[in-house]
Each structure stands twice: as structure tokens, then as C-alpha cells.
Nanobody, 112 residues
Framework: QVQLVESGGGLVQAGGSLRLSCACSGRVFSAYAMNWFRQAPGKEREFVASITWNGGRTNYTDSVKGRFTISRDNAKNTGYLQMNSLKAEDTAVYYC?????WGQGTQVTVSS
């Protein structure tokens, strides 16, 4: 059974930073790319960032380029999303995905 557990969300002022973590149980983590998505109230879930299985390549949606950094530590079965210069429009529930598995999400709220 594979489980993904996100953590690190919270309330932060605009311009602040948060670091999200995605801890994976099971043996799939190091074999697959990891993705972060987010869903704001009343909106569809959207792609935020991805990283290949070995961390060699990353990809970001345009709105977070230069502010967010995705990374992973396969030895710890954990992925991360460092979020800097946060904006009110970054407010959403953030989800990680590995293969077909999704976490339960962590709330990020940015006050302006």
C-alpha cells in the first residue's frame, strides 16, 4: 500500500516562504517522477511543478517559475516544494502525486 502525506502548509503573509514536504511510504517513490498540483476554491486542480525520478529535470507552470523550487531525496522517500515570494493567488490546497497515487493535500493560505 502506497501512501503520500503532505505537510508544511499554513498561513503566511504575501512575500513570505513555505516549504512543503511529501513523504511516501512504499517502494515506488524513487522509480517515478513526482508532481505537485494545487486547487484553489472554485477552481480546477492545476499542475504546479514536476521532477524526474532522479531529480535531473524539473518543470514548472509559468506562474511559479523563479519563485518555487521542486526537489526530492530518494533516500528519504520524500519530495519538497520550496515556495518563496508567495502571493495571494498561490492560496490553494497543494497535492503531491507519484505514479497514480495522490496525497490528501495541505492548505496554503497567503494573506495580502
Amino acid at each position: 500500500q502506497v501512501q503520500l502525506v503532505e505537510s508544511g502548509g499554513g498561513l503566511v503573509q504575501a512575500g513570505g516562504s513555505l516549504r512543503l514536504s511529501c513523504a511516501c511510504s512504499g517502494r515506488v517513490f524513487s522509480a517515478y517522477a513526482m508532481n505537485w498540483f494545487r486547487q484553489a476554491p472554485g477552481k480546477e486542480r492545476e499542475f504546479v511543478a514536476s521532477i524526474t525520478w532522479n531529480g535531473g529535470r524539473t518543470n514548472y507552470t509559468d506562474s511559479v517559475k523563479g519563485r518555487f523550487t521542486i526537489s526530492r531525496d530518494n533516500a528519504k522517500n520524500t519530495g519538497y516544494l520550496q515556495m518563496n515570494s508567495l502571493k495571494a493567488e498561490d492560496t490553494a490546497v497543494y497535492y503531491c502525486r507519484v505514479s497514480i497515487y495522490w496525497g490528501q493535500g495541505t492548505q496554503v493560505t497567503v494573506s495580502s
